[in-house]
């Protein structure tokens, strides 16, 4: 059973550019996570999905982010017009349901 | 609002050396308790879990109790491996009801030099 899958692994973008974060889950997992890692901070909780569902996304920012699990591929987290402050780890946790979460390994996007 | 709190870092230990980083927290009801281990330029893995007061987890040597009277879930090992180098994530899941989502502390780098 493969792991949750990240891609890209390091993303660059210039600022006022989109960039497109992809997350697949475990097999069998249909609750998604997205995390933000600042650095030198701990994770801090962004949005939970579930497919096709917004569940909880009281730590996305209100401007500029969304998410999305659609009922066949990836979660996408997608950050439109971004500034530097955006460059962070962002990582994708998925879940069969209950509390235990396993990580993907992480997209690193540096805004220039 | 529910928080976690863990002993700034870095750690420095030799080989073979007790290792104790402590983690607090502040949770309304009943949360599960986690620690995660981040390898350099890796994602986070699940060290070990707690999910009720007095319940100890355990893995590869390393060991932390719920204690719920002290709010705490520090974590420990006997005799710690320059393998070991890595940073530590104590982490809640908010009780039932809840979205599971993990709320973590800020991380404890640990430098395990031989």
């Known amino acids: 059973n493969a792991g949750v899958m990240q891609n890209p692994r390091h993303l660059v973008r210039r600022r006022g550019q989109e960039a497109r974060l992809r997350c697949s889950p475990m097999?069998?997992?249909?609750?998604v996570y997205w995390y933000r890692q600042l650095p030198e901070e701990g994770l801090k909780f962004m949005v939970y999905?579930?497919?096709?569902?917004?569940?909880?996304e009281s730590g996305m920012p209100k401007e500029r982010f969304s998410a999305e699990f659609p009922k066949e591929g990836p979660s996408i987290l997608r950050i439109q017009q971004v500034v530097r402050g955006d460059s962070a780890a962002y990582f994708c946790?998925?879940?069969?349901?209950?509390?235990?979460?396993?990580f993907g390994p992480g997209t690193r996007l540096t805004v220039l | 609002g529910n928080s976690v709190t863990q002993m700034e870092g870095p750690v420095t230990l030799s080989e073979e050396a007790f290792l104790t980083i402590n983690c607090t927290y502040t949770?309304?009801?009943?949360?599960?308790l986690f620690w995660y281990v981040q390898y350099p330029g890796e994602g986070l893995q699940l060290l070990l879990k707690?999910?009720?007061?007095?319940d100890k987890g355990s893995n590869k040597g390393f060991e932390a109790t719920y204690r719920k009277e002290t709010t705490s879930f520090h974590l420990e090992k006997g005799s710690v491996q320059v393998s070991d180098s890595a940073v530590y994530f104590c982490?809640?899941?908010?009780?039932?009801?809840?979205?599971?989502?993990?709320?973590f502390g800020q991380g404890t780098t640990l430098q395990v030099k031989p």
């Open positions: 946790a998925s879940s069969p349901g209950g509390h235990e979460q396993f």
């Open positions: 097999k069998g997992h249909s609750h």
């Open positions: 999905l579930q497919k096709e569902n917004i569940i909880d």
């Open positions: 949770a309304t009801g009943y949360p599960s």
């Open positions: 707690a999910t009720k007061a007095d």
């Open positions: 982490a809640l899941s908010e009780g039932s009801g809840n979205t599971g989502k993990l709320i």
